[in-house]
């Protein structure tokens, strides 16, 4: 959806808002791919994490957090201490309001595609990506495919451990409002600084409210799983995907199931409520929602390389998935890619009620990001 976008003006700023160094941006890189599929994002960074968002139709939303412990070093001033540094004087009321309403962070939207093409450069070649072939491939032989459910394994790496090892280190700084985000790269005596204008983010963007209070169930599967389903399901090339799931005492059966349906033909896949497949399965109340296909098929690529998805959806119908991904790094903490769907309301597939069910969805939640991942 085209949008106007308005550059930040500069101001003197005595030191960078936010900083930060990695020795390798393959990573960040590959996590941000995963929502890629939209060429802006808008960007919060806080003391917690650097949250990337991008929205599609009003309809969906999808959010990659990358945390301190991504980072070698990670450095933030609030807005407000930098505020009060430049001008000696506490900010408007007005301005208090908004740095509370972002936990002190600020935000501004830059061109994804931009940075991903800067994020290339430091070495996170897509083309070596055999994660990310074809349509979620993991890049095995087709006679060992064969012996795996849907002919792909259980389970995949985002990264490859010897491509991690690069030399040299990238390091993003943003000096605050008005100022670029500067991505420098240094390696072997070279030195290569990418700037990336901001600019200012909608005051309509937030994140499509998902309600704890009413949520109605919650089931954790293997990604792969998942994907698979959904790959089969994408053959018959849908229009719409029917996201079905009943309490266990339900007379109704299976009690998770998905269909999808197109113009010509539909299809539909039944995950059965068995250890093997689900590690937790959590329904307090039947629920049955359309969905538009094209959104969801959106979040696939995600899904292709994480090691656990967490299903929830609450009583307007308002979907989350939440991707679990392992970090190379044991000692670190897994990341987690988060996409909300808003459900299709009329009969004829048209989601033009989108921002109905985004008023309807609840605020439970939607603020408190931190609680809201699977763990």
């Known amino acids: 959806m085209p949008t106007q976008l308005q550059a930040l003006t500069p101001s003197a700023a005595p030191g960078p808002v936010f900083s930060a160094i990695t020795t390798s941006t393959r990573h960040i890189y590959l996590l941000l791919r995963c929502i890629g599929f939209m060429p802006t994002a808008n960007v ?12 599609d139709s009003h309809s969906m939303q999808a959010n990659v957090c990358l945390t301190p412990d991504l980072f070698s070093s990670y450095n933030y001033t609030p807005s407000a201490a930098l505020h009060a540094a430049e001008t000696g ?9 908004n740095l509370e309403a972002e936990d002190d962070g600020v935000r501004f939207q830059i061109s994804l595609s931009a940075l991903l093409e800067c994020l290339q450069i430091f070495g996170a070649d897509a083309s070596k990506d055999r994660q990310f072939g074809g349509s979620g491939g993991s890049g095995i032989s087709g006679r060992d495919a064969a012996a795996m459910p ?4 259980a389970t995949t ?6 491509a991690l090892r690069l030399p040299g280190t990238c390091r993003f700084v943003y000096q605050g409002p008005g100022y670029p985000l500067s991505i420098i790269l240094e390696e072997s005596g070279v030195t290569t600084t990418c700037h990336l204008t901001t600019f200012i983010t909608p005051s309509t963007y937030d994140l499509i409210p998902f309600s704890r209070s009413s949520m109605t169930h919650k089931i954790i599967l293997k990604a792969a799983w998942l994907h698979d389903a959904l790959s089969e399901l994408d053959s018959t090339t849908p229009e719409t995907l029917t996201y079905t799931a009943t309490t266990t005492s339900s007379s109704k059966k299976p009690h998770f199931s998905l269909s999808a349906s197109g113009i010509l033909s539909s299809a539909t896949v039944e995950l059965a409520n068995n250890k093997n497949i689900m590690e937790t399965f959590s329904v307090t109340s039947d629920s049955m929602h359309r969905y538009k296909f094209a959104l969801i098929r959106k979040a696939m690529k995600a899904m292709s390389v994480a090691s656990k998805v967490s299903l929830r959806g609450d009583e307007p119908g308002v979907l989350s998935m939440q991707y679990l991904i392992e970090m190379p790094d044991k000692s670190s903490a897994p990341t987690f890619i988060d996409f909300r769907f808003l459900p299709l309301t009329d009969e004829d597939g048209s989601d033009d009620d989108g921002d109905d ?7 439970g939640g939607s603020n408190e990001e931190g609680e809201d991942m699977m763990l």
């Open 150 to 153: 849907f002919g792909r394994p």
């Open 44 to 55: 919060s960074i806080s003391a917690d994490n650097v949250r990337f968002s991008v929205e």
């Open 89 to 97: 004087a506490p900010p408007s009321s007005a301005e208090q309001f």
């Open 157 to 162: 790496s985002l990264f490859d451990a010897n």
């Open 357 to 363: 069910g985004e008023e309807t969805g609840g605020s």
